[in-house]
């Protein structure tokens, strides 16, 4: 930090915005009277999110159910509170820690082992079905100033930047000038694939409406006509042929293209099959030129939580120890599956909003079992909590690792105080895991 | 700190001359001490052979190339488990076993060191992480620089103080070991899908070539003095024909010289040693290639010996691997870095029954027999590239003896027999000449043998113990017994702490991690630094500041300081 | 034949796992022993007698023992898994993963079974007489080895990734089955009574898949030309069918679609 | 009453508002409401801010019809992520993990006389009788 203006007032350069995968690292943040005063270079969400630190009536005290209400009281019983719930628990679920640091995520592990329970990420509610690809067909991938340098065409897919990823295009992909890309945009193609005409969509050189449901058929089309395969249909998605195999020659003859894709492949008909379509494509187009794919991670640390649950257990998400040993199938040990499945007992939220985004009959089971949980906010989930533990925002008020959506590690780092009081999820979480280990 | 007696067990030190004497160890305060401590700690290891602990110089077993080789493999985690226990985490993955159970691991083998030979710089945060969730052994890892945009370009201009100063910040910044070289230029080819094939194939708009990459970074590696020297991936691993490539790339460096060790590690050279020009006529040129070591003072190789079995291959090598799975269609993971690596993952099955994978595994055996010096070749699987290293018992029975060779040949591909000279090889390893490729030999081409790789006086207490009575045992004809002896440790110590005991987990520690921080003129470094300010600014995609891996990342450091200010001088 | 006889108690919520019920592990063991057989339930260690009533007599061998379930096992996971020999009759509703990494015997569900039934089946025979969930046959995750060999019949109708990745076996459903059947097939036999919505043989490279009902073809499948009473992997099937070849989405795909007309 | 194809996902005012907090006036507005095509705003006779019931098989929920502004998408509506959208996304997740999300058969009728809920009040009235 360097000082500036008067002795109190301070500037944090360099900051590592919490928000979203993009994990934008040059954010400038004034500090007065350890207040944040100004945020520089952030999107509008990640500057929503700075500021909301100062959130009025932020919670600050751990609350514990008693007779249906919820009651103050102090961090040392509520952690014996959880502990307690955890031990007793004999299929506890514990899920989140998109938004938290890595730091935090290795205590969460540690707490999942110890009590047998089943731990799962949003990455579950996200790109758990690009995992499942992934680990069907592999990845082609790459950093995103690889992008910036090299990229001629960039296609987005089923996803939308101009509102999920704000600063996505300006910073890695399209506008910025790169290497051997000196005239930034004008050296670059943009295609959009989506069902709408999104934002993105509007500035794109090229928009290509696919029906709903319909990008696994396209996709197919595609690499049909790359790997120079008849296509047995004059319009596939609503795209016609002609069109179809311009693409796949603009494709081929590009000198690095690259395709993000997002939730609009992951949640919509065919699933993880549209990512491995997306991505068998990038492998064929690997025989005429350089092509690479990313996921679009949404939260600043989905990937990271992946990142310690696999190097930690071999898996990346919904990771079940109730045998004793890592144990992982999506579709029976992930969350929306055990609870409507009414496989679990407990439940151990943390840096997340399943009541907020899970769908209703998953967040009525939720609401059925001891629900203990840890953020920094009041959220639909803390409003069904029988423990909240409020904690502070890792990236402004405690640093830690996160991991950008191309899996590169930053530190995020610490910018101002938290509340007095107010613990980190990492020093909650350790304290939980050793009032669970006591005596033991 | 616990004082140890290890008591009546046959020695090998190969780096203090001692070849299977009976002899007592003494260590204190963490050390091998010359006496025995007052209320020293006695562990009889009468009928038993002492080694010192195991080191490693090239397995890949942290960060993020590794944990994506994880990711894409859940039906290789689901193949081997470990459930928790009161003392250990859990873990799962045979290939690629996840951190806390490599450390386990390991352990049991009677290792106490494990460097991880191929960092990108950009991920050098997660490389740590990973390594700190390693117990049981010393870790270090090596920064890639084979496609590195500043490296090439000092280079290039002639500018090699600059390449020092700016190889000595990396090292600093990522907290590594030592230089790693793979594929030199290829990686960066592979930006557009290219590839460097030869010494002398330039890197696509950088206007230099492999050679002069490898011979630049030789000399910048003894410019600044570091322990290692540097540690070569040659190009074109696994193609057919590209022994010839190899033997050109042990000569590149020879006008580098250093009075302690090597100044060319080349690694994983079973990869390289391939003749043939289709997988048809495919055949081990093993023996020209040892020939080139046999008769070379500056260079020193490992084997990446072939242990025929599913696994799951990783390099930085980006194009190779994209070879590999045009090869088998099987899944596959690219990763490439912006100015510095292209890492590439997929599973390979090497099939005992297919003969390219027959003569795979002869070709690193024959390595290993036909380089004359043992210090000249160190045993590794480049794991889990040739197999896991939990394979390396496996691996010493087949050099201590030919009938296990023998009863092998009989079962792979007949090809291994006829397209290899291993059958006709009847040298057989003595268990000097096994601590030697597995410890002292790793230690000294590391450039850590004063502390690592021997018993002597101020040596690491690090000492494996295995259940082999040399007096009665044959290892050539009880090669089984060899196998099973070497892959649980009847004890390993460690720092001396017992660690394992009987092939059992008894105690959790976290070892340290080594670092180089060579100092090169600080006026040089200075302008170097505002090169490197300008360049990030416009090609990375993070600030500067975000860069350097902060010191709070690595646990337990060791950190070499080096004096290098002649530099620039 | 010997009979071992499991009647259900009450169930956890949470759900079982309970691999160890299989004739191999059965076999040569007393009614004692086999109640004191490892089962979790959630994440505690428990014995199989807690959960179910032991009666009969098992045989040494597997291949001699038949393990019958009184009852309805819908949360009980992995029953039978890795069976070599035996028998076992499951006469209810079963759990996921029924006959997981199968290599013979026989397993007969007469109820329905949830998921990943015949999961990486390699020999055997799996007879389900209701409907199965999804990935029926299929492989694990990140498998391209899955169903090897064996053969699974469904009377009922069977869910989404039948046959994932299917490298040998045959797998045959009366009734109708979810999308993307035989996705990743390379070899092998699905053949499907009813109908399938769509996708079916997506991604396949060999491999033959039979759809008597109707069935959306992707368009990435060409039509080769019409058969009469072909016969498939020594199936005889009856009626005229439009064969496909597919999916071209791949390279080089040599897999076989037939549709009946 | 129309019968469209439902997708839920962010928008940047969702975002900003969530990060603001889930329980804010700011966040209702931005997530209580459903994107219409204006062709099914005409059929169904109402205008941009009228409230509207959406309602699938898991339930119904009141938000307010807003005119698309990433259209036109004539037979899609578009609600973003959150627990108005949660509250009629479907149940099982064809064992993958990934729950109904977009594609979801949905009617849609005018509500003008019915009340958006706020976040608290939705949770409340929902779950708290279970």
């Keep these: 930090m360097q000082e500036s203006l008067s002795k109190r007032c301070t500037v944090a350069s360099d900051v590592v915005c919490p928000f979203c995968g993009t994990l934008c690292d040059d954010i400038e943040v004034d500090v007065k009277d350890n207040k944040i005063t100004d945020v520089r270079h952030a999107c509008r969400i990640g500057t929503a999110k700075f500021f909301s630190v100062l959130e009025e009536g932020r919670p600050t005290k751990p609350l514990i159910r008693k007779n249906g209400v919820m009651v103050e009281t102090t961090v040392d019983t509520a952690v014996k509170k959880a502990a307690e719930i955890l031990k007793k628990s004999i299929r506890p679920l514990l899920y989140g820690w998109s938004s938290t640091s890595c730091e935090a995520h290795a205590h969460g592990i540690a707490i999942a082992e110890e009590v047998g329970g089943v731990i799962d990420g949003t990455t579950s509610v996200c790109h758990g079905p690009s995992v499942l690809a992934i680990q069907d067909v592999g990845c082609p991938s790459c950093t995103l100033a690889e992008v910036k340098n090299r990229a001629d065409l960039v296609i987005y897919w089923g996803c939308n930047p101009m509102h999920a990823h704000p600063r996505h295009l300006s910073r890695y992909t399209i506008y910025p000038r790169g290497y051997f890309r000196e005239r930034g945009h004008q050296d670059r193609e943009l295609i959009v694939i989506d069902v709408r005409k999104t934002d993105t969509a509007k500035i794109a050189n090229k928009f290509i409406k696919v029906d709903y449901g319909r990008d696994y058929e396209l996709l197919g089309a595609i690499r049909a006509a790359v790997n120079g395969n008849e296509i047995n249909a004059e319009v596939v998605g609503g795209v016609t042929k002609e069109e179809i195999q311009k693409l796949a020659e603009k494709l081929k003859n590009c000198q690095f293209g690259v395709i993000f894709f997002g939730m609009g492949l992951t949640m919509t008909s065919a699933k993880h099959r549209n990512i491995d379509n997306a991505i068998c494509l990038t492998k064929d187009l690997n025989r005429h030129t350089k092509f690479s794919i990313m996921p679009m991670r949404g939260h600043y640390n989905v990937t990271g939580f992946g990142e310690v649950l696999t190097w930690q257990t071999g898996y990346p998400y919904a990771v079940d120890f109730s045998t004793g040993y890592p144990r992982y199938n999506p579709g029976e040990t992930s969350a929306n599956d055990v609870l409507q499945r009414g496989e679990a007992d407990a439940a151990l939220i943390v840096a997340s909003d399943p009541v907020a985004h899970f769908p209703r009959k998953s967040v009525e089971y939720l609401a059925k079992m001891p629900l203990i949980y840890i953020g920094p906010h009041h959220t639909p989930t803390s409003l069904l909590a029988d423990v909240f533990i409020p904690s502070t925002f890792v990236g402004i008020e405690t640093g830690g690792t996160a991991y950008r959506m191309d899996t590169v590690p930053l530190y995020a780092k610490k910018v101002v105080d938290g509340p007095k009081g107010v613990l980190s999820d990492e020093e909650i979480l350790e304290r939980i895991y050793k009032e669970i280990v006591r005596g033991k | 700190m616990a004082s140890l007696i290890i008591k009546n067990g046959t020695v090998y030190d190969p780096a203090n001359n001692v070849n299977g004497e009976k002899m007592d160890i003494y260590i204190k305060d963490g050390k091998i001490v010359e006496k025995a401590a007052r209320g020293a700690k006695k562990i009889d290891c009468n009928g038993k052979i002492i080694m010192p602990g195991g080191v490693e110089i090239h397995s890949h077993i942290a960060g993020g190339k590794v944990n994506s080789g994880r990711l894409l493999r859940p039906e290789d985690h689901k193949k081997l488990v470990m459930p928790k226990t009161k003392l250990t985490r ?5 290939s690629t076993p996840s951190t806390f159970m490599t450390g386990y691991l390991y352990s049991k083998l009677g290792y106490t060191t494990a460097m991880t030979p191929a960092m990108p710089p950009l991920m050098a945060r997660h490389t740590h992480e990973e390594l700190n969730d390693i117990p049981m052994l010393d870790k270090g890892s090596y920064p890639l620089t084979d496609g590195n945009w500043f490296i090439m370009r000092y280079l290039k201009d002639g500018d090699i103080e600059k390449a020092a100063a700016y190889a000595a910040w990396l090292l600093r910044s990522t907290k590594g070991f030592a230089l790693k070289i793979t594929n030199p230029g290829g990686t960066e080819a592979w930006g557009w899908g290219k590839n460097c094939k030869s010494l002398d194939d330039p890197v696509p708009y950088f206007d230099i070539t492999p050679r002069e990459i490898i011979k630049g970074l030789a000399e910048v590696n003894e410019m600044l003095g570091l322990p290692h020297s540097i540690h070569l991936q040659a190009n074109n691993l696994g193609r057919l024909g590209n022994y010839e490539t190899t033997i050109d790339t042990i000569k590149v460096p020879s006008g580098t010289k250093n009075k302690d060790r090597q100044t060319l590690h080349l690694t994983h050279v079973q990869f390289h040693s391939y003749g043939g020009d289709s997988w048809k006529n495919f055949e081990s040129e093993a023996e020209t290639v040892a020939k080139a070591v046999n008769k070379t003072d500056n260079a020193i190789i490992d084997t990446g010996n072939v242990t025929l079995d599913n696994t799951t291959t990783m390099t930085a090598d980006g194009p190779m691997e994209y070879y590999l799975q045009s090869l088998t269609h099987f899944k596959w993971m690219n990763r490439d870095v912006e100015l510095e690596t292209a890492p590439g993952i997929t599973p390979f099955i090497y099939s005992p029954k297919m003969s390219t994978a027959a003569i795979q595994w002869a070709i690193g055996l024959e390595l290993g027999l036909l380089i004359k010096d043992p210090w000249k070749v160190l045993m590794t699987t480049d794991h889990p590239n040739g197999g896991p290293f939990t394979r390396y018992p496996r691996i010493i029975s087949w050099l201590m003896s030919r009938p296990a060779r023998d009863e092998m040949l009989e079962k792979v591909n007949a090809a291994a027999g006829k397209r290899s000279s291993l059958a006709s090889i009847d040298r057989e390893y003595d268990f000097n000449d096994i601590a030697t490729v597995t410890r002292a030999g790793q230690a000294r081409s590391l450039g850590l043998s004063e502390t690592k790789g021997h018993l002597g006086i101020g040596a690491h207490g690090d000492v494996a113990v295995y259940d082999i009575d040399p007096d009665n045992m ?46 090169v003129d600080k006026s040089l470094e200075k302008e170097v630094l505002s090169d490197i300010e300008y360049n990030f600014k416009r090609y990375y995609s993070v600030n500067l500041a975000n860069y350097p891996v902060q010191d709070k990342y690595v646990k337990n450091p060791i950190e070499l300081k080096i004096d290098a200010q002649k530099v620039g001088a | 034949m010997k009979e071992i006889i499991l009647t259900p108690k009450e169930l956890p919520d949470v759900g079982l796992i309970a691999e160890t019920i ?52 819908t949360k009980v996971k992995m029953v039978g898994k890795g069976t070599k020999a035996g028998e076992i009759v499951i006469e209810g509703s079963a759990g996921m993963y029924v006959g997981e990494e199968m290599r013979g015997g026989k397993i007969t569900v007469l109820g329905n079974v949830d998921s990943f039934a015949g999961q990486t089946m390699r020999g055997g025979e799996l007879v389900i007489k209701g409907n199965a969930g999804d990935y029926l046959g299929a492989a694990y ?121 | 009453m129309i019968e469209v194809n439902l997708i839920t996902g962010r928008t940047i005012e969702q975002g900003a508002s969530m990060e603001i907090s889930k329980l804010s006036d700011e966040y209702t507005k931005a997530t209580a409401i459903c994107e ?28 307010k019809a807003r005119n698309a502004t990433q259209g036109p998408h004539k037979g899609m509506a578009f609600i973003p992520m959150g627990p108005w959208a949660n509250s009629i996304t479907g149940t099982g997740s064809d064992s993958t993990g990934m729950p109904p999300f977009k594609g979801i058969d949905v009617k849609i009728e005018e509500a003008k006389a019915e009340k958006v809920l706020s976040a608290r009040e939705l949770i409340e009235e929902v779950y708290r009788g279970i």
């Design chain 2, 90 to 94: 859990s873990g799962s993955g045979f």
């Design chain 2, 474 to 519: 044959d290892p050539s004809k009880d090669f089984k017994g060899i196998e099973k002896a070497f892959s649980a440790a009847a004890y390993t110590i460690k720092g001396g702490e017992v660690l394992v005991r009987d092939g059992e987990i008894v105690k959790v520690t976290y070892g340290n991690t080594y670092w180089t921080n060579p100092h």
């Design chain 3, 22 to 73: 299989t004739p191999d592990l059965f076999a040569g063991k007393s009614i004692g022993k086999i109640a004191s057989l490892l089962i979790f339930a959630g994440n505690q260690r428990k014995k199989l007698g807690d959960f179910f009533e032991v009666a009969g007599k098992s045989a040494d061998d597997a291949s001699d023992t038949r393990i019958v379930i009184k009852g309805d096992i």
């Design chain 3, 141 to 261: 995750r990140g498998d391209w080895r899955g169903m090897r060999g064996g053969v699974i019949l469904v009377e009922g109708n069977a869910g989404a990734e039948t046959g994932l990745f299917m490298v040998g076996g045959k797998i045959k459903i009366k009734g109708n089955c979810g999308t993307f059947a035989g996705v990743h097939m390379k070899k092998g036999l699905i053949i499907i009574e009813g109908q399938t919505p769509e996708r079916a043989g997506a991604e396949m490279t060999g491999g033959s898949i039979v759809v008597m009902g109707d069935t959306d073809i992707l368009p990435t499948f060409a039509p080769v030309n019409e058969e009469k009473n072909p016969e498939i992997d020594g199936e005889k099937l009856k009626g005229t069918f439009q064969t496909y070849s597919g999916d071209h989405a791949e390279r080089g795909a040599k897999g076989m679609l037939y549709k009946f007309v």
């Design chain 4, 36 to 63: 219409l095509d204006s062709e099914d705003m005409t059929q169904l006779g109402i205008k941009d801010g009228d409230n509207v019931k959406v309602s699938s098989v898991a339930g119904s929920v009141i938000v």
